[in-house]
């Protein structure tokens, strides 16, 4: 079955610490993406990537890094920048078309202390 | 980022009741999708809507895309325990990417048996 894995699904880590959060797909998409979700609040876009080797920032970038070697993989690292790095984070990824919409991988739950 | 007026933002109804809500915008819309979120999972599209005044079934659920582009509805018909969960609704302008999606508050379900 074709999906979007992320991976951990829970992640602890020490503040000052960077770490890096796995998103693979295999639905074949351009366009990938990485969202921030906390309690009472819409998704916020992170980072966004149309192609392999390119991607853009989204609403709230500092703090955050990405890369996008491969089409299927497009992995997020929180930095130590990061000021309230504590949250739920979603990875989805679409065809670059109007209206194809967002496919979403089951997100991974960082903790930070 | 600009983020959607969703409401209500959670509701508790018996099991066997219809369920509404909507979203509002001050900026219109091209594409409204409705999206349902279980606790610690990715949210998952439940219905897609593209044109203005579009109806559209899903099983128990229906969706509107209102005639003004600034709103929509999402119906649920004779609830289930197993809907219980948050429900998102996103709004989307222009071609291209998902980048351009805003996306509502959520409105969080609970049945009661």
């Known amino acids: 079955d074709g999906g979007i894995t992320q991976s951990p699904k829970y992640l602890f880590r020490k503040e000052g610490q960077n770490v890096t959060l796995s998103c693979e797909q295999n639905?074949?998409?351009?366009?990938m993406y990485w969202y921030r979700q906390d309690p009472g609040q819409g998704l916020r876009l992170i980072y966004y990537?149309?192609?392999?080797?390119?991607?853009q920032k989204g609403d709230i970038a500092e703090g955050y890094s990405v890369s996008r070697e491969k089409k299927e993989s497009f992995p997020l690292t929180v930095t130590s920048a990061q000021k309230n790095p504590t949250a739920f984070y979603l990875c989805?990824?679409?065809?670059?078309?109007?209206?194809?919409?967002?496919?979403f991988g089951n997100g991974t739950r960082l903790t930070v202390t | 980022g600009q983020q959607l007026n969703q409401s209500p933002q959670s509701m508790f109804i018996q099991e066997g009741e219809d369920v509404s809500m909507n979203c509002t915008s001050s900026?219109?819309?091209?594409?409204w999708l409705w999206y349902k979120q279980d606790p610690g999972e990715g949210p998952v599209l439940l219905i897609a809507?593209?044109?203005?005044?579009e109806l559209t079934s899903n099983g128990r659920l229906t969706a509107q895309f209102g005639i003004t582009r600034k709103d929509s509805f999402l119906n649920i018909s004779a609830s289930i325990p197993s809907d219980v969960g948050i429900y998102f609704c996103?709004?989307?302008?222009?071609?291209?990417?998902?980048?351009?999606?805003?996306f509502g508050t959520g409105t969080r379900l609970q049945v009661t048996l």
């Open positions: 989805a990824s679409s065809m670059p078309d109007r209206g194809s919409p967002l496919h």
């Open positions: 639905l074949n998409h351009d366009a």
């Open positions: 990537s149309q192609i392999v080797n390119d991607f």
């Open positions: 900026s219109i819309f091209n594409t």
């Open positions: 809507l593209y044109k203005a005044g």
């Open positions: 996103a709004g989307q302008l222009g071609a291209g990417t998902a980048s351009k999606l805003t």
